[in-house]
């Protein structure tokens, strides 16, 4: 019986290009998931879209001197050149800039207020008298009271990594002119998140099948007990406020972004001519929703927005929030600030992309932090991609085409070793198909890389090529058998390796789209034609790893 499944995924800031953390933390696996759906026949829809609005896209504006418009404009194009080039297969990419979706944030928070769950109050706010505005967290800067650093900001420390409030910073600054700034009472509207306590509290747990971490952090946080949060800001860009009085102000993006995965669902109904469509995805409780979403997003996706949800009533809940851990680069933390990072534009400008889909895939961090490192993405490309896969691939293909005339040949009773590989290839799949439905990403292809070189060992022990003269039947089974794990190659690799799943599927002479033969074995039909064999992956020279280390942490 087919399912139907939303698959929502954290919305980039549109201040800046991707990078390798966040597609290891929630674009790879969110297509791996999508793509194993959308091959086992069911219904599938992914979603998400640049977050055009809060203060990293202003400030970098002002860095710029751009508009936050021409900034968010700009990385939203990039972003979608990135996904496609990636193959990361997004139904809808759009962005929380469209008129669309500040009509679903309005509706979301007048329901919510007239429900009595957001209420209006007065607080102390960060004000410049030379600048005469109000300023948001990230544009105080001063001394952190932790670490000394004399660029700490009203949100963080970069130096020393601790949260901040601007109140702590000693010397503090306004980021435009350096006046120090005064506090001010301003009005802002805050979402009664500890009304929901209870209700998430029982929630959360029977959530018996979200990761340990996303349970424990989930829960640490409900046992400190939850707080209000204000869900407004004084700041001219974002979503506005639907209610009069509050015409300088804006809601808040964490409040607003969230609501995106509701908004983009809806336009993506309407862009297919079927506006209703979106209920089935949010109304119907058959369906099951994913959110994958980087470890700091966590709570995010397991109290704040479950609460919005509850609260304005009549949606799913979110079943499933398989956050990933981090991805460290050679060794050490990410930092996009001080350039420690591979940026995914560059990788794509020099690099094809199945081997970083492979490497990321392999070494996913979905239960611990991992590391990417160029030696270690060389290593994987030759010694497991060209070697294991590749070259078997070519080596199967190069034979049949050089002495059963490019054709599938007809093959002979199977041996106990030609039948037991055959039932290792369907009981690959079949094990896949449970770890895949469970997000267990990287057991799953370790499983399908097994298969490869077991196929190596038949083949090194059938030596096919050797007895083509003396024993051409027993050529001939071998090599089918060989074609049909192949076959099944295509289909276990295709979530993760959709480009060369499909080069393969037209190099075995199969028609039309790999993921329209569904999940299953499909023995290749003696007779298949097949095309001429050309090399699934390149080996990759050794030098690479220097030259890509050497631009790390340089500025450019
Ligand atoms: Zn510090
Ligand atoms: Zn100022």
Avoid at 21 to 32: E, F, K, M, S
Avoid at 163 to 178: A, H, K, Q, T
Avoid at 295 to 320: E, R, S, V
Wanted: hydrophobic share 35%; with cysteine; proline share 6%.
């Amino acid at each position: 019986m087919s399912e139907r499944i939303l698959i929502a995924v954290a919305w980039p800031y549109a201040n800046g290009p991707l990078h390798l953390g966040h597609i290891a933390g929630a674009y790879l696996p969110a297509d791996i998931f999508a793509r194993y759906h959308r091959i086992k026949g069911n219904e599938v829809l992914m979603v998400s879209g640049s977050d055009q609005h809060g203060t990293p896209i202003t400030i970098k504006a002002e860095e710029e001197g751009k508009t936050p418009a021409e900034i968010a404009a700009k990385y939203h194009q990039q972003f979608l050149e990135s996904w496609q080039r990636l193959g990361i297969s997004f139904d809808l990419f759009t962005s929380t800039g469209t008129p669309n979706h500040a009509t679903v944030s309005q509706d979301i928070f007048l329901t919510l207020l007239n429900k009595g769950y957001i209420y209006k109050s007065t607080v102390s706010q960060p004000y410049c008298p030379h600048c005469q505005r109000f300023l948001p967290d990230r544009y105080i800067e001063g001394t952190c009271p932790f670490c000394g650093s004399p660029r700490a900001r009203g949100d963080q420390c970069d130096d020393c990594g601790k949260p901040l409030n601007p109140v702590e910073l000693i010397n503090p600054r306004c980021r435009l002119c350096g006046a120090t700034p005064q506090f001010k009472d301003s009005e802002h509207f805050f979402f009664r998140l500890s009304a929901f306590q209870d209700r998430l509290s029982a929630w959360v747990s029977e959530q018996g099948q979200w990761r340990p971490n996303v349970s424990n952090l989930t829960k640490r946080y409900l046992k400190e007990g939850l707080r209000d949060r204000a869900i407004t800001r004084d700041i001219d860009w974002g979503v506005a406020v639907p209610v009069s009085g509050f015409e300088n102000k804006r809601l808040y993006v964490w409040f607003e972004a969230v609501i995106g995965y509701l908004s983009a669902t809806k336009e993506w109904a309407k862009s297919i001519g079927d506006e209703e469509r979106w209920r089935s995805f949010w109304q119907d409780d058959e369906t099951k929703s994913y959110y994958f979403i980087g470890k700091d997003n966590i709570p995010f996706h397991t109290l704040i927005w479950p609460a919005m949800l509850m609260g304005y009533g009549g949606l799913n809940l979110p079943y499933d929030v398989p956050a990933n851990e981090f991805l460290t680069i050679e060794g050490k933390k990410l930092s996009t600030s001080r350039n420690w990072a591979v940026w995914l534009p560059d990788y794509l400008s020099r690099y094809e992309p199945d081997p970083l889909r492979y490497l990321l895939s392999i070494n996913m961090p979905d239960t611990a932090d991992t590391d990417f490192s160029w030696r270690e993405f060389v290593r994987r490309n030759n010694d497991e991609l060209v070697a294991t896969y590749g070259n078997l691939v070519n080596r199967v293909l190069t034979l049949v085409y050089r002495n059963f005339d490019g054709c599938v040949p007809q093959p002979g009773e199977f041996d106990s070793h030609s039948q037991a590989l055959i039932n290792k290839a369907e009981d690959t799949l079949k094990s896949m198909d449970g770890l895949l439905y469970r997000c267990h990403f990287r057991e799953a292809i370790r499983s399908a890389m097994s298969l490869a070189q077991e196929t190596n060992r038949y083949l090194d022990e059938k030596s096919p090529w050797k007895i083509i003269n003396e024993d051409r039947q027993a050529s001939a089974t071998a090599l089918h058998v060989a074609l049909s794990m192949l076959s099944c190659l295509r289909t276990a690799l295709y979530p993760f390796l959709p480009f060369s799943s499909q080069r393969l599927h037209q190099l075995l002479g199969f028609d039309g789209d790999v993921k329209d033969d569904g999940w299953k074995l499909h023995l290749p039909s003696p007779g298949q034609e097949l095309l001429t064999p050309s090399p699934l992956f390149t080996k990759l020279e050794e030098k690479l790893v220097e030259e890509e280390t050497q631009r790390l942490g340089k500025s450019d």
